[in-house]
């Protein structure tokens, strides 16, 4: 007697596609015929765009051995007569992020702290900066630690080394967690929906040089945090989440520097951590993101 066994490995089917009647069907009905339990969906259809988002993660409730490939082709075939733009992957493998990082390390501290704790499901195959300072936190980690240096003159060569490694180690991912360069608007366009930057929410109102020290002058109630896909227009793209704090005139502008990083590194962990789970889509210049845990 074949005894019932459930495949604890978890699943996470996302995609999108046309508004059109039959989508969901083709989901739930392909997860049916192969014993797969779906035990948390979303789904958001957008009537601006006409666009259909989903995001499924399933688990195997049958007997004997859960059979991806099968899964897969029954999915192709079905999604080619809708048009859907699917993607399948095991939620335990963790994604691979590669950490962009100036001399500011209150990001990448917080980010190295979550991954060695399992708080974020990620590997860090290596760290890139453009100054030396950080090394220590890297080699602490036993993180390969790339010192790329840039000026005006050097900055596309600086790119092209920093492209190669981010091909070689295979990177899901790419974060800039406060590094203080302007990628070209090539290397914007090769990340295309697979990096993340974190900036303070004082802009457009306070630029330049010392923003907190502006915001003190001016009396600001409120600091915060967004975190985003990197685009060609600075600062721009598509917002993955934002943090806000509230503050009073008793703070000083190194207090009001203080409560802005919390909220940056905070910020950047939660978009990390949302994107890694697929829970981002990219909607035009905006973003469709489901909700975590």
């Not at 779906?38 to 666009?51: C, L, N, Q």
């Not at 190669?164 to 302007?182: F, K, W």
């Not at 929906?193 to 409120?222: D, M, T």
């Amino acid at each position: 007697m074949t005894t019932n066994t459930t495949n604890t490995t978890t699943y996470i089917l996302t995609g999108s596609s046309e508004t059109k009647l039959g989508v969901l069907d083709l989901i739930i009905s392909s997860l049916y015929r192969n014993d797969c339990y779906a035990y948390e969906m979303h789904t958001f259809d957008d009537a601006d765009t006409g666009r259909f988002f989903f995001r499924v993660e399933f688990n195997y409730r049958g007997n004997g051995e859960f059979s991806e490939e099968n899964l897969r082709n029954q999915l192709a075939d079905k999604a080619e007569a809708f048009e859907v733009e699917w993607e399948l992957r095991d939620l335990a493998v963790p994604a691979k992020v590669v950490i962009l990082v100036s001399k500011y390390d209150h990001c990448l501290v917080d980010l190295l702290h979550r991954y060695s704790t399992g708080a974020l499901n990620i590997e860090i195959p290596a760290i890139i900066s453009n100054h030396p300072d950080l090394k220590k936190q890297a080699d602490w980690y036993n993180i390969p630690y790339h010192h790329l240096p840039v000026t005006a003159d050097t900055k596309e060569e600086q790119e092209a080394q920093m492209w190669q490694i981010i091909q070689e180690t295979g990177a899901d991912l790419v974060v800039l967690a406060r590094y203080m360069q302007v990628l070209s608007e090539d290397m914007c366009k090769k990340l295309h929906g697979r990096a993340i930057n974190i900036h303070h929410s004082l802009l457009p109102g306070f630029k330049g040089a010392k923003p907190y020290h502006q915001a003190y002058e001016k009396g600001v109630k409120l600091v915060g945090a967004t975190a985003h896909y990197v685009s060609e227009h600075l600062d721009e793209g598509p917002i993955i989440t934002q943090g806000v704090e509230p503050v009073d005139h008793t703070y000083t502008p190194e207090r009001l520097v203080a409560k802005g990083r919390d909220t940056e590194r905070v910020t950047l962990a939660k978009a990390i951590k949302l994107h890694v789970e697929d829970r981002c889509f990219l909607n035009g210049n905006k973003t469709v993101v489901f909700p975590g845990h």
